[in-house]
Every structure is written in C-alpha cells, then in structure tokens.
C-alpha cells in the first residue's frame, strides 16, 4: 500500500472516529439548555385527517419573553413547517370544518386592538384580522358549515381602555377606586373580579363580519359546542342567584340565532365543570363532566354524564367510569355515537381510553402521559412525552403512539439526564404511597448521594412520567430528586384525595417523610443531605415539613403559607375556607385554623435554613405568605432569604426570572448540603 493512500485513509478513520465521538458526547443539562427547550401543545387535526396544526412556544432570551407560533405535520410525518412568523405570539389553531382554511389567534397589529381571530388560507398567502371587537376573547369554535364562528368574550374594561388612551398630549387620568362588592372578588391572572362585567357566548358571521350575542341573560358562560347540524349551541353557564357562592356550572342548549332563549339539561342537584360538553355524531347525546359537592371542591374528581339533547330526560350518571374510581377528561366521540374517548388519570400515568355505558376500555398500558387527544378523518393525534422526553405531537394508532413533530429532538440527543424510576412504599398508618425517583446525572449505583424532597402543588395533581425540568435540572448537579404523591393527590381514588379534608399537614407529611426514609434505606439518599422544597401547595407543604423533621438542611419555599386563618379573604379560595373548614368565627372552625397552622404559631421548632419566594401579583398565594414565615425565621435567628417577583402572578412566567428561580434554587441547597457550594445569582453576577 502507498504511503499517501495509507495517510488518506488513517485520516478518514480519524474524521470517522471524531464525527463518532461528538454523536455520542453528551452534557448534563445546562440553563442554557433549559431556554432551549420548546413547548409543544393545542394539537388540531384537519378534517380530512391528513395534517395537524399545533403550537410551539420558545424563548426569546434576548427579548425575555415567549413567543408562540402555528406549526403543521403532516399525518405521516414527512413534513413539518412553521407557518406564522410574526413579532407577535399565535395560539389557539383551528380548522375550519370544510378544510379550506385555518384560524388562529393573535395581539398583532391589525384593525382592533387585542386579541382577534385571524384567517389563514390553506392554500397559502397572508393571514387576514378576521374579527374586530372590543373585549378578552377567551374561546371560539366554528360552525359546522364553516360559515360563523361562536365566540366566548369578556366585558372590555373601561377603566383600562381609557388609562391605555388618554387624549393627546395630555396625561392619563389617574385611575379610579376599586369598588368591591362580590362575595369571590379575585382570581390570580384576573386579578379583581368587579360586578357587571361578564363574559358572553357571541356569533359573528363571516360573511357580514357581524357580530351578536347569543342569549340576553347576565350570567358569566363558557364552554360553547356546537351541534352536528350547526343548529343549536350547547354551553356551560351558573344562571344561581349568587354564582361567586356555589361555583359549579350547568349545561344550557340555545338555538344557534341572536338573542336566543337557553334551555337547561342538567338538574340542581348537577354539579358540572366548565370543560366542554361533547354532542355525540347524530347530535341526539351531549356527555359532560361533573365534580363533587363544593365541600370537597380542592379535591374534586370528575365522572362522566350523558344527557339526551332534546332535554327528555335527566342526566345519566356512567357506572363504569364511578366504578372506575379515577377521574376523566378530554372527551371525544368517535364516528359514531357508540364511541367516547376520554383520558384517565391514573397512578403516574394519563392513558386514553374507549367508554360505553357499560364498560371502560383501557387503550394504552402505563406508564405513558397524555393528553389534548384531537381527531378528524379517521385519525387520531396528541401530546405525549416521558421522564427523559419532552412533549411531541404523537398519532394514536392501535393502542401505540408514533412520533410526529420532533421540536425538541437534536437538543435531547446532546443531553445526558437522569434515570426515573417508580418507587412504592408505606406510610406510618399503612397506607401505601407512590412515587418517582429520578438519579443524579452519571449515578454510581450503591453510592449515597443528596437527596432533594421535590413535593408538588394541587394538592388535587400528580407527579408523572412526564419530563420535568426541574427534576433533570437538580440530577444534571448531583442531586437525587423525590417526587411522591401523598394523600390529597389525584390518580388513586377519591378515598385516597379527601383523606387529607380540613387535616392540612398530616397524612401528606407523613407520606411525604415514609418516602424519604424508604429512599434512604435503598442506600441511595444520604441521610445527612436532605433537602426539601415546592411551589404552591408544595410550599405549603415544605412549611409543614420544616416544622415537623428537623433533619432537612435546606429548604424552599415558594408561594406557600402556613399562618392560614390570616389569609382568609386575602387569597381566591373564599369558597373553600367557608365550606372546607368554616369561617374563623366558629369556635370549631378556630381550633381547625389554629391546628393547620402550626408551621407559623411553632416556627420556633424550625431549624432548617429556608429561602422564601413569590410573586409580587400572586392573588393564588400572596407574597405575604412566605413574608411571614421569612420575618418569623429571621426573628429567630434561622438562616432565611426572601425572594420577590415583581408583577408576576402566580406561575412566573418572565423567562429571566424562571432561570434566577433555578439559580437560587441549586445555590441554596449547594451551600448546605454540598462541600463547594454554587454562588447565588446575587453573588455571581457582581
């Protein structure tokens, strides 16, 4: 062989063998990674079945801010293309039923303010502004004949229109007083809920590009269906004297024409959500959802009901769903009435399944997660994803999924993440506990590492096989994470959610502690590098801990309390306080607040080093929360900090605040339960 033919091909097996290495070198996630991951959801098969429009939300770390933009695949895959490019966010795809066209909506410019529902030839071209009113659009469906749309609008704010408009070259007027006169008076993202503004069921033609209301009633409605025939509009809405008291809706049916008089289905004793109601394909069936009695509101489950259309007869509750014992959603009639697909939340997992009156078919084995089920054309899509994969759009076919949209593909390939496991366990009285443990990055089994008591918020939620980027962020450094589902969370029952009714701060701490010494006891948790933390109910709960286990060196806390009588009529949770445990007043009622709150009434019992935060705007669980635990640990000499969101409710959205939130997360469990502590944003960017 020849010297230089030798010298060619030694190089080319080196350029082989480099091209190898960098396919197969791989990082523990990174927070610049975590700006990278997309956010799949809202797929929309079209009517022949041969295309799904979803969208996709990334981060414009530049900017600090989402943006969010229509995408489509096609049903085998072979395709997949952004089709809306804007400065400004779309959301909200949908079909029109004759296939022609797909809508969406968008605050781009255009000729009204706000959000409007544009128009997108499927043929191609620019989108058009297809509505122009004033008010929140927060829902529209089109007509069977895709010739009108039905829309859900909010009241305008007069008040903010005219601080957003003052007159030219004058100032804005300063703002009224806020004048409060409701029995609920607030939601988070809402903020203040004011008498007289509402939110109504419109029919705009498209044709005329005129706009009407559907009823003349002033009743807050939502959740509009329309029939197979395009003749009448099924709806959600609460017609009770006082609504802000009993919060359930009831479902109403109205002839598809303006000013239309609602008839109503379901019966007082009816306690329906506000998800939408489902006609079955020969429009003589309308099936709904339906929750528990407003005492048990926290930790309601929803069971299904069918109700013929024409208002015959009464609701009819599906035994084998109550038999079920697990809460249902999403649904979907197939090709003939015969046929309903519902998503099951059950142990872990979400599956898809077919009801009839009388049975419940499983679709999918556990574990698996998923949800948004759409159909068209004889094809069936979704979301899903697992402990190591972020949600892609899937088909449903057979009872197995196949992968469509890949968003997030060729960052997963440059990721090492850690392994999730399933872990069962007992809790002190017995009762048997789920959860999930995820390893630190690179695990050496049989070494003790820290571990990291993660506890979700709800309480009425899960912890899945679904990807989380918080678990794989605390394993990329070192950490063991511990997700458990303690009484009080969905998926096991209703026995299993309401053992925890006006007992705050028992079974789930007990729970949550079993869970901790069973991982101890697998050798995997070092027993003197505990952490624990959570958001919402989960910092709740972390104040509940601290205040029962001295072992946890480290703490955070985020957007919980633990002085409860002290936000009664402070927080949106009005109807559970009075209904759940009884207004402070009652003797009764005050033994309960004062014994749920002992986190705050015993902060002296706490000796783990806490780190506080919240948002600003939270109206779920106000700032004021943490602020007092914060205040009562720092009076007692305990290492605190406290950390505020300026103007963010209660998730935080801004994407420069999601990764400080990271930051200060991983830097505070490091200082104390690592030898070389990572610094805190504070100090690191100085």
Known sequence: MRPRRLFVIVLVIAALAAASFAQTTRHALKLDDIARLRDVRDPQVSPDGQWIAYVVATIDTKEDKSNSHIWMVSYDGKSDRQITFSQDSESSPRWTPDGNFLSFTSSRPGKAKGNQVWLLDRKGG????????????????????????????GDPDPEAEAAASPSPGGAPKPPKPIVIDRYRYKQDGQGYLLSGRHSYIYLYDIESKKLERLTSGKWDE??????????????????????????????????????????????????????????????????????????????????????????????????????????????????????????????????????????????????VVVSSLTSGGGHVALLSGNDAKPTEIYALEGGSLRQLSHQNDALLAELELGATEEINFKSKDGTEVHGLLTYPVGYVKGSKVPLLLRIHGGPNGQDQHSFSTERQWFAANGYAVLAVNYRGSSGRGQQFSRAIFADWGHYEVEDLLAGVDHVIKMGVADPDRLGVGGWSYGGILT??????????????????????????????????????????????????????????????RIKTPTLFLGGERDFNVPVQGGQQMYQALRSLGIDTQLVIYPNENHGIQRPSYVRDRYERYLAWYDKYLKKSPAQTPAVAKQ
């Not at 601290?546 to 955070?556: C, E, L, N, Y």
């Not at 003797?587 to 002296?604: C, G, N, R, V």
């Open 126 to 153: 620019e989108a058009m502004q297809l509505t122009e009113f004033k008010g929140r659009l927060q829902g529209y469906e089109w007509s069977p004949d895709s010739k009108r749309l039905a829309l859900v609008i």
């Open 222 to 367: 939502s959740s509009m269906s329309w029939s197979p025939d395009g003749h009448t509009i099924a709806f959600m809405s609460n017609h009770s004297d006082d609504p802000d008291r009993d919060p359930s809706a009831q479902l109403f049916v109205a002839e598809a024409k303006a000013g239309a008089t609602e008839k109503q289905l379901t019966q007082p004793a009816n306690r329906a959500g506000r998800t939408r109601p489902e006609w079955s394909p020969d429009g003589k069936w309308l099936v709904f959802t339906e929750g528990d009695e407003k005492k048990y509101g926290a930790y309601s489950m929803d069971r299904l009901l069918f109700v013929p259309a024409d208002g015959s007869s009464a609701p009819t509750r599906v035994k084998a769903v109550d038999d079920l014992d697990r809460g249902v959603s999403g649904l979907r009639f197939g090709v003939d009435d015969k046929s309903l697909t519902v998503l099951v939340t059950d142990d872990r997992s979400v599956y898809p399944a077919n009801v009839s009156r009388n049975a419940v078919q499983r679709l999918m084995a556990s574990p």
């Open 543 to 604: 104040d509940y801990i601290i205040a029962s286990d001295a072992r946890f060196k480290a703490g955070t806390s985020g957007a919980g309390t633990a002085f409860t009588v002290a936000f009664y009529g402070t927080d949106q949770y009005i109807i559970q306080y009075d209904y759940e445990i009884g207004p402070p007043w009652n003797p009764k009622s005050w033994e309960t607040y004062q014994k749920i709150s002992y986190p705050f009434l015993h902060a002296d």
